[in-house]
């Protein structure tokens, strides 16, 4: 399935610099003006895993298929994104088909780059576009729940619809209700403010490691459990070298990791993600599902066909496929197992299903 990820945030605090990083694009026109991202640039990103190297090493496999992170480019909103302001409600529409929302924040000085406020404030700007969100969110609401269009609404979503309204409308936070709905019908609601959030840091060279005054200020506030701090410039700069380079370049500015593997792993974390795979002569191959998701529901990500014809999944564990050496030994030394309707697939199985047609 992989994830969509919108990156989002006022004009010119690094979204796109960020973006043609990630996806190691030039994609996106970094320009040193506000809205010059006119329509919404969209990168769909392998995500790194050297399990997949290891797997296809030892099956001999003809190819290797990574599961995909896509990251979608939104032009800047600014005060009064909500009621049109800037390039407002176009934008804020495609932010309602991501999974999760990775808030650009302006983090740094510059004298070059022109700034949309008279100063730098981390928390004010995240608050502006927070607030367009919500604003964005109760006008939607308020046309979903007009008499005319709400009869035609299943009970359960008008259920969420109208706690939500209620909830916006007295300022509270909306993530809380996603312990009381399950995923299927919060992705029918399509709102901004229920979307989990990744706060990214966008700092200048000397601030990557420890941060800064503005960093710390945000962290203190916010949390540092969804919080990555990266420097959008110095990743533009990583990817331009190979790999030895890369290596080399990472070390002498003494980061231990690159923005796109922490966004990943972030990513992962606040969506429940894990990753299971298939592998043979064919190909080795990555999937990501929902954790705690049974295996016939994992065997649905590869074809619907493999869920509804579901009989056993061969079930061995990444770590005893790399020792055994492959599918055949880890059946004749036990550590295959036969695993029904019920298992939970668990993250690094290697599965190969057995089903009806």
């Known amino acids: 399935m992989g994830f969509k990820c919108g990156i989002v945030g006022l004009p010119n605090v690094g979204k796109s610099t960020l973006f043609n990083a990630l996806t190691n694009s030039s994609k996106a026109q970094a320009e040193n003006f506000p809205f010059c991202t006119i329509d919404p640039n969209i990168g769909i990103v392998p995500v790194p895993d050297e399990r997949i190297d290891r797997l296809s090493e030892i ?20 005060k009064g994104a909500s009621k049109g302001e800037g390039l407002g409600n176009k934008f804020l529409s495609h932010i309602r088909e991501v999974d999760a929302i990775v808030h650009m924040i302006r983090c740094f000085d510059s004298e ?13 700007d995240l608050e502006i576009i927070e607030t367009e969100m919500m604003l964005a969110d109760i006008e939607s609401l308020q046309k979903r729940l007009d008499k005319k269009n709400k009869k035609n609404l299943d009970e359960k979503l008008l259920e969420i619809l109208e706690n939500a309204f209620e909830a ?5 936070d909306l993530s809380i209700f996603a312990d009381e709905y399950d995923d299927k019908i919060m992705n029918q609601t399509g709102l901004l403010s229920i979307k989990p959030k990744i706060y990214v840091c966008n700092v200048d060279e000397e601030s990557i490691k420890n941060g800064n005054s503005y960093t710390n200020n945000f962290i203190k506030k916010f949390g540092s459990q969804n919080t990555i701090i990266i420097s959008a410039d110095i990743e533009n700069q990583i990817n331009q070298f190979d790999k030895e380079e890369k290596k080399n370049f990472m070390n002498m500015i003494d980061i231990n990791d690159t923005g796109l593997n922490k966004l990943i792993s972030k990513g ?3 969506l429940k993600l894990e990753t299971f795979f298939t592998s043979g002569l064919e190909e080795t191959r990555a999937w990501t599902i929902k954790k705690n998701c049974t295996a016939p529901t994992a065997a649905g990500e590869i074809h619907t066909d493999f869920e509804k014809g579901f009989i056993r999944a061969e079930t061995v564990s990444y770590k005893d496929f790399i ?18 309707k019920d298992y939970i697939v668990k993250d690094g199985d290697v599965l190969n299903f057995r089903f009806n047609t």
């Open 323 to 340: 020792e055994n050496n492959g599918w055949s030994n880890s059946r004749s030394n036990g550590k295959m197992r036969l695993e029904g």
């Open 168 to 172: 916006l409308n007295n300022g509270k």
């Open 268 to 270: 992962y974390n606040i």
């Open 59 to 78: 099956s001999g496999s003809k190819k290797k298929i990574y599961t995909t992170i896509s990251f979608v480019d939104i032009a800047g909103l600014v």
């Open 112 to 124: 070059d780059i022109q700034n949309v406020n008279t100063s730098v404030d981390p928390i004010r």
